[in-house]
């Protein structure tokens, strides 16, 4: 299993043209890689961060997976499986 990657806002917010330009690559390869990225120098502070995390936590529960499958069963195409 691939680590989810890691960039840092603060390279983007910088005035060096060189860090910006780092950060876009650095962002831009994990979203084609993986397609998640953990953001530091995000300036939130830890309540909030722990908040965002305990909703996705939820967001990805395999309870709250079941019901997304529940609400909104696949549908058979030609080509396979697809959702609707």
Same mark, same amino acid.
């Given at each position: 299993? *691939?680590?989810?990657?890691?960039?840092?806002?603060?390279?983007?917010?910088?005035?060096?043209?060189?860090?910006? *330009?780092?950060?876009?690559? &650095?962002?831009?390869?994990? =979203? #084609?890689?993986?397609?998640?990225?953990?953001?530091?120098?995000? =300036?939130?502070?830890? *309540?909030?961060?722990? #908040?965002?995390?305990? &909703?996705?936590?939820?967001?990805?529960?395999?309870?709250?997976?079941?019901s997304w499958l529940l609400a909104f069963p696949p549908t058979r195409s030609k080509q396979g499986k697809s =959702?609707?």
């Amino acid at each position: 299993m *691939q680590n989810i990657p890691s960039v840092d806002l603060r390279d983007f917010l910088s005035d060096d043209p060189k860090r910006k *330009q780092k950060f876009v690559n &650095e962002i831009g390869s994990a =979203f #084609e890689d993986i397609g998640f990225v953990a953001l530091k120098g995000h =300036f939130l502070n830890d *309540q909030l961060v722990d #908040e965002l995390y305990g &909703e996705i936590r939820n967001f990805f529960s395999p309870l709250a997976l079941c019901s997304w499958l529940l609400a909104f069963p696949p549908t058979r195409s030609k080509q396979g499986k697809s =959702f609707a």
